[in-house]
Structures are given as C-alpha cells and as structure tokens.
C-alpha cells in the first residue's frame, strides 16, 4: 500500500534563478520540492532560470523526493515556452498560478499532451484567485492528470482584502470550499505558505491548523520550515500503534466471521480502518523515502 501513497507533508519552493539554492535542495528533507519560474524570477531572469531548471533536473540528485517546477500561466510571455521545455524536463508535475475554471485546466492539459509531457506527468493548479475558488467544483472535475492543488493565500489576502491572522478566519471559506472540492474528486490539496520565517511557534500552530482541517501537507518558503512542518503532518508513535491495532482487531474480525469489531472497548467501523491504514502507509511511505 505504502507504493500508492506519496508523502506530501512539506513542499519547499526554490527559485529556478538560483542554482546554488536548487543544489542545497538535494540535502533539505522535504518531501517535495517546487522550482519555481513564477514569482521568484525577475523577467529578464526566465529564460535563464529555464534552463537551469532543465540542466538541474537533468543532473538528478535529487534522491526519492518529488520535483515539481511552477511554470508562468499560458497567457503571459514566457508560458508557452515554460511549458514546451518542462513538459520533457523530466519533471514529476507541472504546477500552473491562477488557474480560473475548467477550460483553463483543459487548454493545459492539452498544451501538456502537444509538448510531450509524459502520461505520468501531473499537473498541478494553484487555486489563488475569487473566481478560481468560486469554480473549485468544475476545476476538480476537469481533468485526471490533476493530482494536486496548492493554495495561494497570499494572492488570496490580495484579492480578497483578507487579513493574515492568528487563527485565520478571513481565509476559512477559501480553504474550505476548495478542501471540500478536492477531497470530492480525490485530488489532494496543500496548504499555503506562511511568510513569517522567523516566527517559529507560529508557524508551528499554522502546520496544526492545516493538519486539522484536512490539508496533506503544507507549501514552504525557506528550508527552516521543513523539519517542524514534517513532524506535524507525520502520525505519532500513539497514533500509529492504535492503527496497527484498529487494523489487525478488524482483519481478525473478519477472519472469524465477527459483524462487530471493537478495540480498547471502541467499536470499530469501516471508515475507521480506512483511516487507520492511510496513517500506515503514509508512514511506511515516508520511511521508505530515507
């Protein structure tokens, strides 16, 4: 089970522009990395940063983690071409900003197919704007190749008017609405980042707030981030012991025939053992990553 499921928990951004940044990417424990050619590049930088992206990409070293490069929309200047040389970069995904509505997510999906991008290839849409989220339903149901969903709560916080607060209240229905849309089309969905890199306690409860809203893993902005933003969105040791538990009482259960199926006096249904063998395998997952 441990093969089908990907560890997500911490996706660190990098900028394409910087070479030295992509080559310390190699030695950061995050489970993901995103090379970015958006918002970290300078325009007179793009074409350059393309082709350190491609060169660093093509090099490996990058170990078992999952390689995502963030390409400019293909409305802008430097998609078209973004698209063309990351489609065969060898890349894992592709991850688009600003995706609006199902057309966008096609048009995509078929400049994808007309590059080369193997069947394998994901893509991955930012949901960042009013009307992308207001269409989060038909953006989910738009297409299979998309595997992720990123939130841009900064571009949200600019969009909306929204405050970055504590508790982020004024971010709630964004987060839920496309929580809600992601989890309907078996889409997996990543929390935004949080700007403050010093702010260690905060950015800790943050990691817990996605944790308990649903999110699988949290965007980063700096290598700091990693290593608590991995232990929160990991399952303890209580945790997975109760599911080795849940999962073995059930699978005796059924062997003996039993309808019932408690463990520690906790009646135990289906939906229960579900949950139980994706912290499982989300562990095994992450040990098998090294």
């Known amino acids: ?161 929204a405050h970055h607060t504590p508790m982020r209240l004024p971010m709630v229905t964004a987060l839920g609405i496309c929580m809600l849309a992601a989890r309907a089309y078996g889409i997996q969905i990543l929390d935004g980042v949080y700007n403050d890199i010093k702010d260690e306690d905060g950015f800790r409860d943050i990691c817990q707030q996605g944790l308990e809203m649903g999110f699988d893993g949290k965007t980063l902005i700096h290598p700091s981030q990693v290593a608590p933003c991995n232990d929160v969105f990991s399952p303890t040791e209580a945790q997975l012991e109760m599911a080795g538990r849940i999962v073995a009482g059930f699978e005796e259960a059924q062997r003996e025939g039993k309808g019932v199926v408690t463990v520690d006096g906790r009646m135990i249904e289906n939906l229960h053992v579900e949950q139980a063998r994706k912290q499982l395998a989300l562990a095994a997952a992450v040990a098998e990553m090294g």
């Open 1 to 161: 089970m441990a093969a089908s499921v990907r560890p997500r928990r911490s996706v660190l951004y990098m900028p394409g522009s910087n070479t030295r940044a992509m080559e310390k990417a190699k030695t950061i424990a995050a489970d993901a990395i995103i090379l970015d050619l958006e918002d970290a590049v300078s325009p007179d930088a793009k074409a350059t940063a393309r082709q350190q992206i491609c060169d660093a990409l093509a090099g490996g070293g990058y170990g078992k983690r999952e390689m995502i490069v963030r390409i400019n929309g293909l409305d802008t200047p430097w998609g078209a071409d973004d698209m063309a040389a990351i489609a065969k970069s060898g890349a894992d995904a592709i991850l688009v900003p600003k995706i609006n509505d199902a057309a966008t997510v096609q048009a995509l999906v078929a400049a994808m197919d007309k590059a080369g991008a193997p069947a394998g290839m994901a893509l991955w849409c930012m949901m960042e704007t009013p009307i992308g989220i207001l269409n989060a339903q038909s953006i989910g149901a738009a297409s299979d190749r998309v595997a992720v969903w990123v939130m841009g709560t900064n571009d949200i916080a600019k969009d909306t008017g």
